[in-house]
């Protein structure tokens, strides 16, 4: 269900907003392949995605860059002419409120929904008699998603960034709670 290289993206993604906040959004994003010549934040958040999730491929890094984006999207908001100083406004501030944790954990939340989502919303659609009732169901996975991983983030001892270690136990911690394993996780 969650790829092993999860944890690498995980870390990724954390460092990559730890620079933000010590250096700034340009200098951090300068490290990043490619970011120089994307023509829109659109393609810039593109370029992020991919540079975090690099090394994933198929399915399971097609929904890592997804969740990726949709992680930055809803964090800076989805405006077409969205420049890149406004975007790096917001991603700045928003990392000043909630920490690189907190975007971290939105990732993983949303992850965790699109993963869940990807392999079961057709039996949710069958299971459905009215659109309207398939949105409740899709709304209830959701929450359910967002309460797993904020149950396993909370047994989660940090004492400062995550490593490859701490994060793939995160991610074992979290598959473990999926697939029903062990209790003691929950």
């Known amino acids: 269900m969650l790829a092993p290289e999860l944890g690498e993206s995980i870390v990724r993604l954390e460092q990559l907003a730890s620079r933000i906040l010590e250096t700034s959004f340009d200098a951090a994003v300068t490290e990043v392949p490619e970011s120089a010549n994307a023509q829109s934040s659109d393609d810039l958040l593109r370029d992020l995605a991919a540079h975090i999730s ?3 491929t198929g399915v399971e890094g097609d929904l890592v ?4 984006q949709e992680s930055f999207y809803q964090i800076v908001g989805t405006a077409p002419e969205l ?6 406004e917001r991603l700045v501030s928003f990392l000043r409120r909630r920490g690189t944790a907190g975007l971290v954990q939105s990732f993983l939340s949303l992850h965790v929904f699109n993963i869940v989502w990807f392999q079961t919303s057709d039996a949710f659609r069958s299971l459905s008699s009215t659109p309207d009732s398939f949105l409740h169901k899709m709304h209830d996975v959701e929450r359910t998603c967002h309460r797993i991983v904020d149950s396993i983030w909370r047994k989660q001892q940090r004492s ?16 473990e ?4 394993g062990s209790s003691s996780v929950a």
């Open 83 to 88: 420049g890149r100083a406004k975007l790096a």
């Open 65 to 68: 860059r997804k969740s990726l």
């Open 177 to 180: 709670r999926l697939i029903g």
């Open 54 to 56: 690099a090394g994933m």
């Open 160 to 175: 400062g960034p995550l490593d490859i270690v701490g994060a793939r136990l995160l991610v074992q911690r979290l598959q």
